[in-house]
């Protein structure tokens, strides 16, 4: 039998939290044969709803679920663990300015970077939710500098899995026919949702997106402005934020990094810039990888056309400006 895995949510109590512990638990991030310890950290005035949540996996009784660390205390939390999955953070609420926002998170992430960097096990592979999720994750990577910076990512495949879903939706193909969309750049509304490589496995093999769909206006326009304001669209439906797709979306990702993406096939993630596809090099964009061996790799040499070309620019530009606000707090 495998040894277990010990796996980090931190925000545990949190909506995320509540949505994802329990998928860990039942294999679906790491597979069926793996054993998992789950590490819970949240903040002191969520602890009774964390410990809550640890009474709730121990009652669900999960075969492969072999201990259960709840904490507030980041170094208990982050001792030995093999993934580390951040999705605690302080929220922006109304009236706060950005910059104040951006403060909260920078100082959680300065400090949970070092919690991480000391006490987590090495070649621990880190994956930011919590927004500024590409920025907090910046943070996070300059302050474990003993951390590889290729073990440092960011979640951008929900809105990889929302841009296929509406592909899926437009076409009515199921959703797993559907393949190798893009969102490059930052997780916020600048975020470029590309389909021109995208494609659907179909009996007589793969037919491009963009010929199925033979709308170019939709293609460029709506569905585009949909994938960008899904968010905000379950915002107002739920009242609340997205939290059972981000948490399936998290799973994706560690998933997918750990085990392979299927021949044939990339996924989004938001990784460190190497100045691939003339993106800055020194922030975490979204970028179309495979994984092989437990690590990534960007997909080169796809062309650009000069619509991607500035969208691709403009949501640079926005990572770059939140990188220079992320930095003016630390001073
Ligand atoms: P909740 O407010 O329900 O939960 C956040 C939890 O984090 C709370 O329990 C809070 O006590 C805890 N927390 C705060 N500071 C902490 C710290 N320093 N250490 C540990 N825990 C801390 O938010 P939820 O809906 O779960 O969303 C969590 C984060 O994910 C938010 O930042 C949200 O913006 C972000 N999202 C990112 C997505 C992505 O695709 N990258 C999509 C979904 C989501 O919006």
Request: proline share 6%.
């Amino acid at each position: 039998a495998k040894e277990p895995a010990r796996v980090l949510v931190t925000g545990a109590a949190g909506q995320i939290g509540y949505a994802l512990v329990p998928m860990i638990a039942r294999g679906i991030m790491l597979g069926l044969d793996q054993p998992v310890i789950l590490h819970m950290l949240d903040i002191p005035p969520a602890a009774e709803a964390l410990n809550g949540v640890k009474m709730e996996l121990i009652d669900a009784a999960f075969p492969l679920l072999k201990g259960i660390v709840a904490t507030t205390d980041p170094v208990e939390a982050c001792s030995g663990v093999n993934i580390a999955v951040m999705v605690g953070g302080f929220p922006r609420k109304e009236g706060m300015e950005r910059k104040d926002v951006m403060s909260k998170n920078v100082s959680i992430y300065k400090s949970q970077a070092s919690a991480l960097e000391q006490h987590a096990a090495p070649n621990c592979k880190v994956l930011l939710v919590a927004n500024p999720a590409n920025t907090n994750a910046l943070i996070l990577k300059e302050f474990a500098p003993s951390i590889p910076e290729k073990n440092i990512t960011c979640l951008t495949r929900l809105d990889h899995n929302r841009a296929l879903g509406q592909i899926s939706e437009r076409l009515q193909v199921p959703v797993s026919d559907v393949k190798n969309v893009i969102i490059w750049g930052n997780h916020s509304s600048s975020q470029y949702p590309d389909v021109y490589h995208a494609s659907v496995v179909t009996g007589a093999g793969e037919k491009a997106v963009r010929q199925l769909v033979a709308d170019d206006a939709w293609l460029d326009g709506e569905f585009i402005t949909t994938v960008q304001q899904r968010g905000a669209a379950i915002i107002k439906a739920r009242k609340l934020s997205s939290a059972l797709s981000a948490a399936s979306s998290a799973c994706d990702h560690i998933r997918d990094w750990v085990l392979g993406t299927p021949k044939g096939t990339w996924v989004s993630m938001g990784v460190y810039s190497d100045g691939s596809y003339d993106v800055p090099p020194g922030i975490i964009y979204s970028y179309p990888v495979t994984c092989e061996n437990g690590s990534w790799s960007i997909v080169q040499g796809l062309p650009i056309n000069e619509f991607s070309r500035k969208k691709l620019d403009a949501t640079a530009n926005e990572l770059v400006e939140e990188k220079a606000l992320a930095y003016s707090c630390l001073i």
